[in-house]
């Protein structure tokens, strides 16, 4: 089993829709969370960190659920500029994060 | 505008050249790392240093040798490489080793 695993999509939606992601991972001691997102041929840039409440910035929600080992980002009222891949990124105490493969969104207009 | 700066931003290289890699960052952080991304893969970390001291060296080819000099340089030095090592290199930064990382721009290598 992946360390962290995502759906690759593509996430194909329309300007002004609203689009969830879930991303698992398989270590129950794992301490923090976030999403970075990353543009084609760019580099990764931090999006959000994730709190056990769960944390709202903008359009951007992210929930944290410990007991199934998922975290979710929900994106609403989607941009054009929203297209991107969206990395879910875990921590259990290592030295470096773990990253997931990403999920792609396309936002169409 | 990010805090970590790459050169160069591409490379091409036959197997049998030494190039390095160079990585600067300027946010007064303690942590380095390299990560490797392929096509259609999820990032690799390749090495990880905590203020100049190798903490991580996750199975890397001795081909890839890295270098902390200071905790604001990075180096990866590149020798007899494979055409399967062409890829993306990225050099992150963070405070402390765990904590959210700033990625540098990346160099694109192409190996012939």
């Known amino acids: 089993r992946k360390e962290v695993e995502q759906d690759p999509g593509p996430f194909n939606v329309p300007e002004g829709a609203t689009v969830a992601f879930n991303c698992t991972y398989s270590n129950s001691a794992s301490q923090s969370f976030f999403w970075y997102r990353q543009d084609c041929r760019k580099e990764p840039k931090l999006l959000m960190s994730v709190y056990s409440s769960g944390n709202e910035d903008g359009r951007f929600t992210a929930q944290l659920n410990r007991a199934s080992q998922y975290i979710s980002l929900l994106i609403r009222d989607s941009k054009l500029s929203d297209s991107a891949t969206y990395l879910c990124v875990v921590n259990w105490g290592r030295r470096a994060l773990t990253f997931g493969s990403g999920t792609r969104l396309q936002v169409q207009p | 505008e990010t805090g970590v700066t790459q050169t160069p931003r591409h490379l091409v290289m036959g197997m049998t050249n030494k190039k390095s890699l160079k990585c600067e960052q300027h946010l007064g952080h303690n942590a380095m790392y390299w990560y490797k991304q392929s096509a259609k893969k999820p990032l690799e970390l390749m090495f990880v240093?905590?203020?100049?001291?190798?903490?991580e060296n996750n199975s890397v080819p001795s081909r890839f040798s890295p270098e902390c000099p200071n905790s604001s340089h990075l180096f990866l030095h590149l020798h007899t490489l494979q055409p399967e090592d062409s890829a993306l290199y990225l050099c992150?930064?963070?405070?402390?080793?765990?904590?959210?990382?700033?990625f540098g721009d990346g160099t694109r290598l192409s190996i012939l």
């Open positions: 992150a930064s963070s405070q402390e080793l765990g904590q959210p990382q700033h």
């Open positions: 240093y905590s203020l100049e001291e190798r903490v």
